[in-house]
């Protein structure tokens, strides 16, 4: 089950409470730690540290019952603020960005800091009159101190990272690296045999017949799909000696009834098979970046389109994504194709997923972009494309950028009456045609 256990992982890393509550949990564990040192060596630590901190027990409760009123008090004005911010980012780059806030670590690492001393305070305070019996705590008050310092330099970080986060070329940076870490997920070597590619071998499939030769195994409900789980397949096909043929991929909404594999021989499918393969696809309310190459795509598309519109008119963050886009698209020309096939350990065809091709990926990235772009941004992006056509690999990769750098050469013929900018296109166009032939050149040479 490791795509479920990394689902939740995900979604736990992606939560605002789970790193807080962790570290809450810690401090409550660091609080009784320090008050049994001191009911265990009184003498020693009041020896030690009785001139440092209070030396007595109203001295210290009132230390204590400050702290908490105070890291209490900051920390609903800091985040009553952030909140304020982000409504004004959410409204300008998009409402899908703010899983970037939640997902920030310094975000969760501040609030968990503060907590953690809100807590640690809390039940040092209940229970210093246990301690008091014995003497002062010490070490306890003065470890509240620290952590006390701690939220404050917490806080000051907490306000440049704040600005800082609300920045659009910095939030385009965050969902860039997003993309990057999508395109290494799909070099998944879970269920590798030797040197398979991960690709379908000509005259592979010839075993699997047609559609109405497969037993076809429906979604149970209508949601996003989040996440498959490949491996899992693999091995209920190769226990049942069949071949599975996936009809979806994940980021695609899913409804009832609709077909989520297709399975032959179509006898190898009874309840119990098609109620295991349910399990292998993980449902949600909205797409997630675990295994969807479009969803941080998009995401910068979203910020471009948002930038171009006539409320903020903002074309060079659109030029900030569509470079940061074109980082993407060359990384992912470089990489191995996404895995279509997956064998077992025999070298057999279980699986055939549905993956989005570098054509699909391409025409996600520029299609909305161009159509509303202006003239410099139309020529960022034939720019754009001509850099990922120098990285790319295949003629379907060298195919899918010329088509694209067509039409945007046309839309820019059509909308650009100045004679000046209809030359810088299309020299732009020759750039991206050069590109293509250099590259077809080169692979052609080490062919």
Not at 119 to 124: A, H, N, Q, R
Request: glycine share 6%; net charge neutral.
């Amino acid at each position: 089950m490791h795509a479920w256990l990394r689902r939740w992982w995900d979604y736990l890393l992606a939560s605002f409470w789970f790193v807080p509550a962790l570290m809450l949990i810690g401090g409550l564990g660091l609080a009784l730690a320090m008050v049994e040192i001191d009911r265990t060596y009184p003498h020693v630590m009041a020896g030690w540290l009785g001139g440092t901190v209070a030396t007595g027990e109203r001295a210290a409760r009132t230390l204590l019952s400050t702290l908490v009123s105070a890291i209490i008090s900051t920390l609903a004005v800091v985040f009553s603020v952030t909140i304020v911010a982000l409504t004004m980012m959410v409204g300008q780059l998009g409402p899908r960005l703010l899983r970037n806030f939640m997902e920030d670590r310094g975000n969760q690492l501040v609030l968990g800091t503060f907590v953690a001393t809100a807590g640690y305070c809390v039940l040092c305070l209940a229970m210093i009159g246990r301690a008091g019996s014995r003497g002062v705590p010490h070490v306890a008050t003065l470890a509240a101190l620290l952590l006390a310092l701690a939220s404050l330099s917490m806080l000051i970080f907490f306000v440049h990272h704040v600005a800082q986060s609300i920045q659009s070329p910095y939030v385009v940076m965050l969902v860039s690296r997003q993309l990057d870490k999508a395109i290494d997920r799909l070099e998944d070597r879970s269920s590798v045999t030797g040197d398979d590619d991960g690709q379908v071998q000509p005259g592979e499939t010839g075993q699997l017949g047609e559609q109405a030769d497969a037993g076809v195994v429906e979604a149970a409900q209508s949601n996003y799909l989040l996440v498959v789980d490949y491996p899992t397949l693999v091995n209920i096909a190769s226990e049942r000696e069949a071949v599975m043929s996936v009809r979806t991929r994940p980021g695609r909404f899913v409804t009832s009834g609709e077909s989520l594999v297709w399975v032959w021989p179509a006898r190898a499918l009874d309840d119990t098979t098609v109620r295991q393969i349910r399990r292998m696809f993980i449902f949600g309310p909205e797409r997630t970046p675990t295994q969807d190459l479009e969803f941080a795509v998009r995401q910068l598309v979203e910020v471009a389109l948002r930038a171009m519109s006539p409320a903020m008119n903002d074309p060079f963050t659109a030029m900030t994504c569509l470079d940061r886009l074109g980082a993407g698209l060359c990384r992912l020309a470089g990489r191995v194709e996404p895995r279509t096939a997956h064998r077992d350990r025999n070298g057999t065809l279980r699986v055939l997923a549905d993956r989005p091709t570098f054509g699909e990926v391409v025409d996600v990235a520029f299609d909305q972009v161009r159509r509303v772009a202006d003239t410099a941004v139309m020529l960022r992006l034939m720019h754009v494309l001509a850099r990922i056509a120098r990285q790319s690999r295949t003629d379907a990769h060298h195919t899918a950028i010329r088509r694209h750098a067509r039409m945007a050469y046309g839309q820019a013929m059509d909308q650009m009456p100045v004679s000046e900018d209809r030359r810088r296109a299309a020299e732009a166009f020759a750039a991206v045609e050069r590109a293509i032939e250099a590259n077809q050149a080169t692979i052609a040479a080490a062919g």
